[in-house]
């Protein structure tokens, strides 16, 4: 049996060149135990997914507790992924957004604003957000205002940057759906965050 890998090796994604290889590629060779393959894969992911976790969390530790475990379930799968199938990106966060819901449901206690805000890091996209610890309270206080299922929307298109389309496959719902839940996810927050919500949510 290969060595378990080192998840969180290469956590940034390198400057993709012109002839990066297809997750796909990666995938059938980490299935035949290829560790640069799982390490460029990890470094792909790794950082997106964090933050997706650390949005709907609220906490860095479980965040990356999160994304190892969905990089675990992707080990267990990767013999039996389908290239051409399901984007391996998609799975991916819907695995995190599933895992997190699992996690705020089972065990999740709120913790303070100034917490949430004191646990970002200025290298990912969280910590961008928080760096005006202001602006970062009322988003933090905004965001778990939502349900998780807005709250996962909302972070996915607005602070992860991926279209209307992309967003619905990554939480196994129609664009429609989507649609309805950014509606009341961009309402909901407008009415939090007042002045600064067309900065972050547009006009």
Same mark, same amino acid.
């Given at each position: 049996?290969?060595?378990?890998?080192?998840?969180?090796?290469n956590?940034r994604?390198?400057?993709?060149?012109?002839?990066e290889?297809?997750?796909?590629?990666?995938?059938?060779?980490?299935?035949?135990?290829d560790?640069? #393959?799982w390490?460029?894969?990890?470094?792909?992911?790794?950082?997106g997914l964090? /933050?997706?976790?650390?949005?709907?969390?609220?906490?860095?530790?479980?965040?990356?507790?999160?994304a190892?475990e969905?990089?675990?379930?992707?080990?267990?799968?990767?013999?039996?992924w389908?290239?051409?199938?399901?984007?391996?990106? /998609?799975?991916?966060?819907?695995?995190?957004?599933?895992?997190?819901?699992?996690?705020?449901?089972?065990?999740?206690?709120?913790?303070?604003?100034?917490?949430?805000?004191?646990?970002?890091?200025a290298d990912?996209?969280?910590?961008?957000?928080?760096?005006d /610890?202001?602006?970062g309270?009322?988003?933090?206080?905004?965001?778990?205002a939502?349900?998780?299922?807005?709250?996962s929307?909302?972070?996915?298109?607005?602070?992860?940057?991926?279209?209307?389309?992309?967003? #619905?496959?990554?939480?196994?719902?129609?664009?429609?759906?989507?649609e309805?839940?950014l509606?009341r996810?961009?309402?909901?927050m407008?009415?939090?965050?007042?002045?600064?919500?067309?900065?972050?949510?547009g006009?």
């Amino acid at each position: 049996m290969a060595a378990q890998p080192d998840f969180w090796t290469n956590r940034r994604r390198p400057d993709p060149g012109p002839a990066e290889e297809s997750d796909d590629a990666l995938v059938m060779r980490v299935a035949a135990g290829d560790q640069a #393959a799982w390490r460029s894969l990890v470094g792909r992911h790794l950082s997106g997914l964090v /933050s997706q976790a650390w949005y709907m969390l609220g906490d860095r530790s479980e965040a990356e507790d999160v994304a190892q475990e969905a990089f675990v379930r992707l080990m267990q799968k990767a013999r039996d992924w389908q290239p051409g199938g399901a984007q391996l990106r /998609s799975w991916l966060y819907r695995v995190v957004v599933n895992l997190c819901i699992d996690r705020k449901r089972s065990s999740w206690r709120p913790r303070p604003l100034d917490d949430v805000a004191d646990t970002a890091d200025a290298d990912d996209v969280a910590g961008r957000l928080a760096h005006d /610890s202001d602006i970062g309270r009322a988003v933090a206080g905004a965001l778990g205002a939502l349900t998780e299922r807005q709250r996962s929307a909302i972070v996915l298109v607005h602070y992860q940057g991926f279209t209307n389309y992309e967003a #619905a496959e990554m939480l196994s719902t129609s664009v429609d759906a989507l649609e309805s839940l950014l509606a009341r996810a961009r309402r909901t927050m407008r009415e939090a965050l007042g002045a600064v919500a067309p900065d972050l949510l547009g006009d």
